[in-house]
């Protein structure tokens, strides 16, 4: 893998002995943040479990408020600390790493309501204030230092050690006139304003003046993004109040603005380290090629949402209280809670495919599944007859159509007729995807191409006549089979190859190349390899894309750019799936295997594609390098058409 410029800036890797120390002096801060606010918060604890349960729980109100203060804060931290402590773990030879990685601890601590209250106790201020001061330094010195570790303009280096001195300063000296809990609101916020204000113009400076790659942009792009989640939330609920006197006090006015920021203060904080995780992701800073654990970015988002149901509920619950003369607390809570239960799912499910589009560029809806036939159901052909064609019997039933064998009409041959059955043909998209697939395939003349002989509609049964291939398809080979040999494998997919060669020329792309669209034809010697269904097959350029479900592909087979943007699909899609499906046939398993679509797309669009040799160590080094470039996330990384996919994999 290529250096990244900042990585070899920062890196520590020839002073062994400072890299240890700067460790060590993480481990410090992370001990000392632990003992601070551990001891402040165990009696705090100690006094909720020593309370009666009954009473807390007719409380209900008081209960969800107490719940939903330390689950907030508990989230933020978890948030934080996760990527902080994986930045430390993989690259602890790199100073800025380091430095991010205290960063977004310290922070993640001093934007939490408990470390606030606890810098404002007598005798914590000046303990649990170095935290927060620590926070702040961090928040304003990332943006001056990031990417490279180097201020810019370079003079910030001397205004730089000021601003440090200030904030620890003004959090870390309670006898002093200029304490943070001495001074007036709008005095206290000018400081910070104004300590924010010099790191986000900096990063604005860097990002239009010293920046000297793409990729180094994107970075600084990504994390201002993320900076500007916590700026936004100390303008909307620090900054504010101060002209709206409304906002503030024991109103029912200003209980919904707190409220308010509770809610979407773990949303915007949280941008900050999903920010920064993209950031290091997508180019690579500090040489770490991550891949997010979706699993946990749900989980965290999925908490947040939670929390903020029930910090809902604990409000609707406490004007009820404050509206009726009778404490019905309960009551309203149980009605909430129903209501919560009902829009809770389908909430969340928004909130994950939101963060698959912005965070994953995730951009099919792989939640809806492709529509299957139900094998109970009634067939779509009552009787042996449709229109001409006589002897009909059901061989076999797909994703979206039932195929039968019959008798041809003119000359008496067997034939296999595709029909769409009744339930798919009242919608009208499946009707235009059908009648579509039938057309494309009419227009194509190729050996290894399947032949439609006929096509039209009878009483509202849509059909294909093509011709019947008397052999199974590849994936019935495979699974009798297991595994196929190189040379074997190389004179099924040779016709294949030259099939989607033929196809591309024609302006066609067939989306969808997997081992039940390749069937055999066991009438000739040797056995004929034939492409199937182009049902999803995009027209180049063509204005209109014909899909009942959104998803475009089968996922075990798909390439990265169909999961991205399915508008922007060439030829090298189905060069990638032609990879997928030939890795399959050599070694017997699929080389991205997840537990879940979600991750299993994202396989697809991140993970590097594995060594076939791992599996199989007789396979030529050659082959095993022609199926990791045909499988490259990239298409102008992959070979340009399928027939040189072959050749890589014949070539000596």
Known sequence: MPTNPSTTQTSLQNHPTLRWG???????????????????????????????????????????????????DLLLVVGFSLLGALLVARRSDDWFAIFTSTFLITFGWRITNIANTVAAQP??????????????????????????????????????????????????????????????????????????????????????????????????RW???????????????????????????ETLIATIFTVLSRILGIFLFLMLPLCVMISIVRNKLFDIDL????????????????????LMLGFISFIFKNFQQSDQSLLVATICSVAAGALFQPARKKLQRFVDRVFYRIHIDYQKTPVKIPTSSEPAVSGTTLSSYRGLKLIGRGGMAEVYSGTSPTNGRMVAIKVLPAALASDEQFRKRFT??????????????????DFGHEEGSYYIVMEY????????????????????????????????????????????IKPSNVMLDGSQEPMRAVLTDFGIA?????????????????????????????????????????????????TGRLPFERPNPGALLLAHLTAPAPDA??????????ASYALQRAMSKKPADRYASASELLEALESA
Not at 436 to 453: D, F, T, Y
Not at 613 to 622: G, W
Request: with cysteine; aromatic share 10%; net charge positive.
């Open 469 to 512: 291939l008397p052999g199974p398809d590849l994936s019935a080979l495979l699974k009798e089979r297991k595994q196929l040999p190189l040379p074997e494998t190389i004179s099924v997919l040779r016709g294949i190859a030259s099939a989607l060669d033929y196809a591309h020329q024609q302006g066609l792309v067939h989306r969808d």
């Open 538 to 586: 995009k027209i180049t350029d063509a204005h209109t894309r014909i899909t009942a479900t959104g998803v475009l592909g089968t996922f075990d087979y798909i390439a990265p750019e169909q999961i991205q943007a399915s508008a922007d699909v060439d030829g090298r899609a189905d060069v990638y799936s032609l990879g997928v499906m030939t890795y399959q046939l050599l």
């Open 123 to 220: 005798g914590y201020e000046a303990a649990a204030g170095l935290i927060l001061a620590m926070g702040d330094i961090g928040i304003v010195f990332f943006p001056l230092l990031f990417p490279d570790g180097k201020f810019s303009p370079r003079w910030l280096k001397f205004i730089a050690p000021m601003l440090a001195l200030i904030l620890l300063g003004i959090y870390t000296l309670p006898f002093a006139p200029f304490f943070w809990g001495k001074l007036n609101q709008q005095t206290y916020l000018t400081i910070i304003g104004a300590c924010y204000t010099v790191s986000i113009l900096s990063s604005i400076y860097r990002y239009r003046h010293t920046s000297t790659s793409l990729a180094q942009k994107r970075q600084i």
């Open 613 to 622: 040799r791992d599996l199989l160590p007789d396979l030529p080094r050659h």
């Open 436 to 453: 579509r697939e039938a057309q494309i395939i009419a227009r194509l003349e190729h050996p290894n191409i399947v032949r439609v002989l």
């Open 223 to 249: 994390t201002f993004l993320g900076t500007m989640g916590p700026l936004l939330w100390f303008i909307l609920f620090m900054v504010l109040p101060i002209f709206i006197p409304a906002f503030s006090g």
């Open 22 to 72: 700067l460790v060590a002096a993480w481990v410090a801060t992370v001990i000392y943040i632990l003992v601070v606010m551990g001891s402040a918060i165990y009696p705090q604890i100690h006094a909720a479990i020593n309370t009666n349960l009954i009473q807390a729980i007719l409380n209900i109100p008081a209960l969800l408020k107490l719940g939903f203060d330390y689950g907030s």
């Open 291 to 310: 891949i997010i654990n979706r699993s946990l970015v749900y989980g965290i988002m999925t908490i947040a949402l939670g929390l903020a149901f029930a």
